[in-house]
């Protein structure tokens, strides 16, 4: 297990197709949506919850994703359609980030929004700690009305994100991240 600081400092994407099995175990699974519940949540509404997609299922939701595109391309070809259908079967397992906010008159529905991108970030980074790689994507797919109804979403809830799950093997290449000088002021009056 990594320290926290070596953690947080070495967290990658993995892109999907780039992701293997076997997939995060049930109790693996648990410990991370633990802790993706885990973030800061102003008037501890919980406006946000989670979709698993795993085993046979991921072709059963990708299917749908397969039929949402062929109502908006009617013309794709084969190769389009099971490439669609194959969406969520690329990682071994995929969490969808629902937010799902809540009527109040305190708390603006753009911070529970944010507080489900925070579950979101928890998720990635709980499967860094227990050894997966992850990446959180949205594609097409999670602005879809057809797949938000197919995959249960009410009128008001939207998807954050996919995340996809699996591991890794070696270290992923890291990226450049931004300077500290070009994002960080320091206030002075
Ligand atoms: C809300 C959100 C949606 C994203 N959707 C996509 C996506 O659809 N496709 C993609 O290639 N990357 C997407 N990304 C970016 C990847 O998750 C990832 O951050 C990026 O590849 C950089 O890698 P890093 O996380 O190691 O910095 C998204 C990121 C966020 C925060």
Not at 12 to 23: A, F, M, N
Not at 52 to 58: A, I, L, M, S, T
Not at 123 to 149: F, I, K, N, P, S
Request: charged content about 25%; glycine content about 6%; some cysteine.
């Amino acid at each position: 297990m990594l320290d926290a600081l070596a953690l947080l400092k070495t967290r990658r994407s993995v892109k999907p197709d780039q992701l293997q099995g076997p997939p995060p175990s049930a109790e693996d699974l648990d410990t991370m949506l633990t802790i993706a519940a885990r973030v800061p949540d102003h008037g501890k509404l919980v406006p946000w919850r989670f979709i698993v997609f795993e085993g046979d299922h991921r072709e059963e939701a990708g299917a749908a994703i397969a039929s949402a595109y062929a109502a908006k391309y009617p013309d794709a070809s084969g190769d389009q359609i099971y490439f669609e259908t194959n969406r969520l079967a690329r990682a071994p397992l995929v969490v969808a980030v629902v937010s799902s906010p809540v009527e109040s008159a305190k708390i603006p529905a753009v911070e529970q929004q944010l507080s489900a991108a925070a579950a979101a970030q928890n998720l990635l980074l709980a499967a860094h700690a227990l050894g997966y790689a992850a990446c959180w994507l949205t594609e097409w797919y999670a602005y879809d009305a057809q797949v938000a109804r197919a995959f249960g979403l009410d009128d008001h809830e939207r998807f954050i994100g996919f995340v996809h799950i699996g591991r890794f093997d070696g270290t992923p290449e890291d990226r450049p991240r931004p300077a500290l000088k070009d994002i960080v002021t320091r206030f002075e009056a």
